[in-house]
Nanobody
């Protein structure tokens, strides 16, 4: 099993910034991907960003490209999501997830392990 713990959410004004963290522990894979997803109230969970641990490839949803940055700390086994220029429409519960392999899928069903989520609220 893989345990994922997100942190860093909170309330911020539009235009502000937050940095989310996703710390992983437990089972390890030779190659894996960590993805960030979000789910706004009444909406489907959607892909935000992903990073591949073995080749450092990265993917972003169009809605966050240029504003969000995903990165990782190999020593800490942690993935970060730096969110800048936040908008009210970024308000959601943000989840990190892990899948084995090296390809960054955007479909949530491709991911096997999920964190509990952290709330991000952006006020206008």
């Amino acid at each position: 099993q893989v345990q994922l713990v997100e942190s860093g959410g909170g309330l911020v004004q539009a235009g502000g910034s937050l940095r989310l963290s996703c710390a992983a522990s437990g089972r390890t894979f030779s190659t894996y991907v960590t993805g960030w997803f979000r789910q706004a109230s009444g909406k489907e969970r959607e892909f935000v960003a992903g990073i591949s641990w073995n080749d450092d490839s990265i993917d972003y949803a169009d809605s966050v490209k240029g504003r969000f940055t995903i990165s990782k700390d190999n020593a800490e086994n942690t993935v970060y999501l730096q969110m800048n220029s936040l908008k009210p429409e970024d308000t959601a519960v943000y989840y990190c997830a892990v899948r084995s392999g090296s390809y960054i899928y955007r479909a949530k069903w491709r991911y096997d392990y999920w964190g509990q989520g952290t709330q991000v609220t952006v006020s206008s």
